[in-house]
């Protein structure tokens, strides 16, 4: 019974890290932080470890414990998928956190991409009503590339939430103007 706990753990694991990697965020930062991590890893671990074992170069590390001696030996393994997962969490926070780098990363992964300019068909500004109220814009474009028109229509493509729980209609009318101002200058 212990092992199919186990087992099943480790598939929940697997299950989250793949949804992660692959779902939630792109393949790509995947292979950024390997080649970064396998860059890094040669010059880090062997600083690391001389540094733990008292700079004299050998793998096993030792250490005080309520003054008992401690032997510890440190897996290569080990050490290179906590690198990968420190190198992938700052790859994803530094392109979380800057759209710039996003947008360029993208460029020059997809070289052939054709950037084309939409015409808008249909803007419109509502309110939503309920334990959460915000203003939103609706959006109705279309596009043509490569000879073939297309149309899309994104509901709620802007939202503007208000930080007051009380709140009168005519606030969220002006809220509702100010959306649909900021929509039609970015046209």
């Known amino acids: 019974m212990k092992i199919i706990w186990t ?26 932080a390997l080649i970064c991590s396998s860059l890094l890893y040669f010059p880090l671990t062997k600083m690391i470890v001389s540094k ?20 510890m030996q440190m897996s290569k393994l080990t050490a290179s998928v906590i690198l990968l997962i420190v190198v992938y969490s700052i790859v ?8 710039y780098l996003e947008r360029k990363e993208f460029v020059l992964t997809h070289p052939n991409w054709v950037a084309v300019t939409p015409s808008i068909l249909n803007l419109t500004a509502d309110i939503q009503g309920g334990k959460t109220k ?22 709620k493509a802007e939202k503007l939430y208000s930080f007051f729980p009380i709140m009168g209609q005519r606030r969220f009318e002006e809220m509702r103007i100010e959306l649909l101002n900021r929509a039609t200058q970015k046209r």
């Open 134 to 155: 915000y203003a939103y814009v609706d959006l109705e474009y279309q596009f043509t590339t490569n000879g073939r028109s297309y149309s899309q229509k994104i509901d």
């Open 7 to 32: 087992c099943i753990q480790w598939l929940v694991v697997a299950a989250f890290i793949v949804v992660f990697v692959f779902v939630i965020n792109s393949y790509r930062y995947l292979l950024y």
């Open 52 to 71: 733990l074992s008292n700079l004299d170069g050998s793998e096993k590390v030792r250490y005080d414990v309520n003054g008992k001696r401690v032997t």
């Open 92 to 99: 994803i926070s530094i392109f979380s956190v800057s759209p």
